[in-house]
């Protein structure tokens, strides 16, 4: 039928644009500013909730984080970025109790006195410490129905009857969650999985959620339906986030700070809005 309907390709983009992963670890250690920790204090208003002080982290025998600090305060969002296998979602793993910490840090808390949470299993997270994670893939329970998953927000933490009506809570604000509520999650789209996921959140009620790559393979009318959701915990739910995300674009747009991690080290922190200024932070991250 017609003759210039030609495949072109995924994107229109040449393959000299593209770095690798090798060159953007390299070229971000060369921007790498000198960071102290009371540079990171101010950026969680001096008054930080969660602190996490000279930290060394990894899994087995191997450190993947050296000597790591963060801060963010309460109902503030930090998004990290940094180049594949900087140690990023080993970030989330050591706040969660995920692997092993050599020595260092965790602590949370309001005022001067924190809760030294370092030894906390996984298990005793989202009970004893509040925290919620949401795992980069596969968290949904793909034999259940929707309103089954989002239920079981409320037993991981021993409450199904608040559950239950917060889920009510999420198929008012979630049309598109709610006409599938009686659907297993298998035959959820990844976009709506997606979804389901990250608004159990609002289900676990936790204080603060780890989320790894929440935008990862969505479409942008997704990408931006994650972020609404984020926002709304936030924002209107008042939770404290800690993401990490590939989009840098919409990680920094959405989060207060940006940390930059390059093998296991800060390389740069700032506010979200002045990182997506910064021309090195574009240049490497941010596609131009
Ligand atoms: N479970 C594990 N066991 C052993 N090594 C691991 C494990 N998970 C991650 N690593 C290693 O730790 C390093 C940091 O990995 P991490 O997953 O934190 O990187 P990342 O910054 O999240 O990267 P990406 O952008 O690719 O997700 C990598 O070298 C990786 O191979
Ligand atoms: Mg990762």
Request: hydrophobic share 40%; charged share 25%; proline share 3%.
């Amino acid at each position: 039928m017609s003759g210039n309907k030609r495949s072109t390709g995924y994107h229109g983009g040449s393959v000299d644009t593209v770095i690798s992963v090798e060159a953007v670890t390299r070229q971000a250690a060369e921007i790498a500013q000198k960071i102290e920790a009371s540079d990171l204090m101010a950026l969680a208003n001096d008054d930080p909730y969660i602190v996490l002080e000279d930290l060394h982290a990894g899994y087995g025998q191997m450190e993947i984080l050296h000597g790591l600090n963060l801060a963010v305060a309460r109902k503030q969002s930090l998004c990290l970025i940094g180049p594949n296998g900087a140690g990023k979602s080993t970030i989330l793993h050591a706040i969660f109790g995920f692997n092993n910490i050599f020595s260092g840090s965790v602590k949370i808390g309001d005022g001067p006195q924190k809760r030294d949470i370092t030894n906390l299993t996984a298990q005793s997270k989202l009970k004893q410490a509040g925290i919620a994670y949401i795992l980069q893939d596969k968290s949904v329970f793909p034999g259940m129905t929707v309103e089954e998953n989002l239920w079981m927000g409320g037993f991981l933490k021993d409450n199904p009857s608040q559950a239950k009506e917060a889920a009510e809570k999420v198929f008012e604000k979630y049309p598109r969650l709610a006409a599938r509520r009686k659907h297993q999650a298998k035959v959820l789209s990844g976009g709506e999985r997606r979804l389901l996921e990250i608004s159990r959140a609002l289900v676990m009620n936790p204080e603060i959620l780890l989320v790894d790559e929440p935008s990862i393979g969505l479409e942008p009318r997704f990408i931006d339906k994650v972020f609404e959701i984020l926002y709304d915990l936030q924002h209107n739910e008042g939770k404290t986030i800690v993401m990490v995300e590939q989009n840098a674009k919409k990680g920094l747009g959405f989060a207060d700070i940006g940390y930059v991690l390059v093998s296991g080290e800060l390389a740069i922190a700032g506010k979200g809005d002045d990182l997506l200024e910064n021309p090195d932070v574009g240049r490497l991250f941010l596609g131009g």
